[in-house]
Structure formats: structure tokens, C-alpha cells
């Protein structure tokens, strides 16, 4: 059974930093892929970074100067280093996973390519 637990949301002014994570279990391939999606109330989910067991990752504008997104892979664990937060920002971020898997270098980061979900962390960024 595979299972995505996320941890790491939270509370913070405009401007600070949050770390989510995201331990993956029950994997049965290598080749998988990652990705943070995140959703505004009342909006559409939208994917935010994403990253394959080979490295390749893609981030998307509005975030790349800012996020940072990093696997563990022999450890199935995901990270979101978030820097410099806006208010805009705010949203319950998901924890998503796929495999077997291998993202192209101009893949769109799309909720197709994934199966697996986690339950959702809150980050709110307050001014």
C-alpha cells in the first residue's frame, strides 16, 4: 500500500521560510516521481515543482527564484525549501507521487502524471 506523508506546513509572515517533506511508502519501482501541488480555496489544484529518482526537476515561474525542491532517494523522502513567502503562496500544498516514472526536461508539471496523493499541509503567510 502506498502511502505519502506530508509534514512541515505552518504559520508565517510574509517574507520567512517553510520546509515541507513528504516520506513516500510502500514504493515498488525505482523510477518514480514527485512533485508538490498546491490549492487556493475556491481555485484549481495547481502543480508547483516536481522531480524524478534521476534528478530531473522543473519548478514554475512564479516560484523557482524562491522554492527549492530536493529527493532523497534512497530514502523516497521529498522537500520543498521555501524562501522568501508571499501572501499569495498561502494555500494546502499536497504531496504527490507516480511511478515507474521519468520526467522530460520540459514535462508541465500536471496532475495526470501522478496516482498517488497525500492528505494536504496548510502554509498561510500572513502580512
Known amino acids: 500500500q502506498v502511502q505519502l506523508v506530508e509534514s512541515g506546513g505552518g504559520s508565517v509572515p510574509t517574507g520567512g521560510s517553510l520546509k515541507l517533506s513528504c516520506v513516500g511508502l510502500g514504493f515498488t519501482s525505482k523510477r518514480y516521481c514527485m512533485a508538490w501541488f498546491r490549492q487556493e480555496t475556491g481555485k484549481e489544484r495547481e502543480g508547483v515543482a516536481q522531480?524524478?529518482?534521476?534528478?530531473?526537476?522543473a519548478l514554475i515561474i512564479s516560484v523557482k527564484d524562491r522554492f527549492r525542491i530536493s529527493l532523497v532517494d534512497d530514502k523516497n523522502t521529498l522537500h520543498l525549501q521555501m524562501d522568501g513567502l508571499k501572501r499569495e503562496d498561502t494555500a494546502v500544498y499536497y504531496c504527490a507521487a507516480a511511478f515507474p516514472c521519468r520526467l522530460g526536461r520540459d514535462d508541465w508539471i500536471t496532475a495526470r502524471t501522478y496516482k498517488y496523493w497525500g492528505q494536504g499541509t496548510l502554509v498561510n503567510v500572513s502580512s
Open positions: 522531480i524524478d529518482s534521476s534528478g530531473t526537476s
